[in-house]
């Protein structure tokens, strides 16, 4: 198995070691203060290698024992402290990094010509040139340029061409300096390599960056200690953690993801994220643009990295064909991508997977395909019935399983006469002002009204579109929606919702599965006659 060259890496280490206060704040400015600490990890070739016989190149996941994890952009940028809600960089070109890498590392005509080799940048010379130290700011924010360019060539756009390095890396330095996110870009060649490395092992080292691949692994593996304060957690910090497991070659890690205690974990807290990019509504994938080709991930196939629960796509994942590269067409990319939406991560996550998504996901036949897909939406998409919900993991109480409704008869509706006066009455102890109240004789109803006065009609007032109070179904649906954070960005509302009474806890549980089976973001008009018919009806709520 090849193993990469190292005497790069023990360059930057020392060069790490050795930037003074003043060149740490200029590195934190492009947002890779994080391998002051993680420089210490040694990259182990062989559980990434032992990884790769679980990667399936048509859908771009790891399979580990039927369950699919896909690196995500906004996942590798919460392990290095990077923005994740910034706009996408774009690849450079050759001619570009030809252009400009003179006057951006401050190289004269006969540097230039040590310096650059074609369409490479000899990384011995550039590190002899600028790897000194220095008082002069100028001189100092062309070395840390200089430092940065070997950051991106060793840890998270590796090429292992030895001494020699893309060219085209230089543009994007110069776009993380106005506050650009290389994550994407990261991601998609991580996912090229593995798409060759599954092909033949041998035929070339990881390209990409592995060393994040791997803390992505072993996160999502529960093969790092969780630290201390998770609050509080800083990625600097990762080289100090403990593994809780260490394989000594490939066929023993290969053994242990079979046969061993291994088990993901679907949303890692101390990550800190709040919300990542999702796919649209229109597109079952999202188109990720590496140095030279395209290439894509499904986010409707791994749905429980966001929290929610993992249901079957609108459509098929077939992997589209790979586009012709083109300048034209890496702008038109960059205006897709940060159009994409950003779905919220849920604080708690769904572990278990429905049987009809399990023979979704196994079989080839798109008949069959079909057909699941048209029970599971039939199951989750019943509106009457009382949910029950069978836990999948009695050792994880988040896990709130699989939704079971059992139907029950239709009921007539009862005539209620409207009452003589319609002044508008005070509910006691409500703060705000006087609200009309609903004209219901169901005593179940108004206890329930009275509680969504007095308790969630504060909440509401924080979305953005107004509410009308007197009609209080689309209202509910906006606060159910806003507790998954979908309609709304609110951070106290699943506080808010927890001071709620246990029957309307049961609701909000029971309508956002309702909610998640259709889609995970915006609300769908369509739903709304459905929402009324549970909340209106008094007898649906006795």
Known sequence: MPIPSFSLQRVVRRWLRAINPTEKALLKGYHLEAFLGLQQINIDYNFLYAALNFWDSDHHVFVFRGNEVCPLPDEFAAILGYPTNATPATPGTVEEGKTTIGAFLGLDANMLAEIVVGDKVNLEKLVKHHFRPSKNMTEQKLNIRALVFCLLNHYLLSNNNGEFSDIRLIPLISQMESCYSIMPLVVAETLLSADELKKDAKSEIFKGSPLLLQIWLMERLRLLEAPADPKHYRPIALGNRKYLHQGQDEAEWASYFTHGICSIKWVVPWWGLTNMTGGSEVLVYVSLLGLSRPVYIFPYRVMRQYGLRQTIPFSDT???????????????????????????????????????????????????????????????????????????????????????????????????????????????????PVVQKRNVSSRGYRRRNNVWVRKVQPLVEQVANPIDVDNPSPTIVCALEAERAIAVQTENVSEALASLDVSVKEAVLMEIDIGAAQKPVGVDPANVALYKTLFDDPEELE
């Open 318 to 432: 077939v992997p589209p064909k790979v586009a012709v590269f083109s300048q034209a067409r890496v702008q038109a990319w960059a205006k897709y991508y940060g159009g994409l939406p950003r779905w919220t991560v849920a604080t708690y996550g769904f572990v278990g997977l429905s049987e009809n998504y399990k023979l979704w996901m196994s079989s080839d036949d798109k008949a069959v395909r079909t057909k699941a897909r048209n029970e599971e939406s039939a199951e989750l998409l019943i509106p009457r019935g009382r949910a029950k919900y069978e836990s999948r993991d009695p050792a994880n109480p988040r896990d709130h399983g699989i939704k079971t409704v059992k139907a029950r008869p239709d009921r007539k509706r009862k005539e209620v006469p409207p009452r003589s006066s319609s002044r508008p009455k005070k509910v006691p102890n409500m703060k705000g």
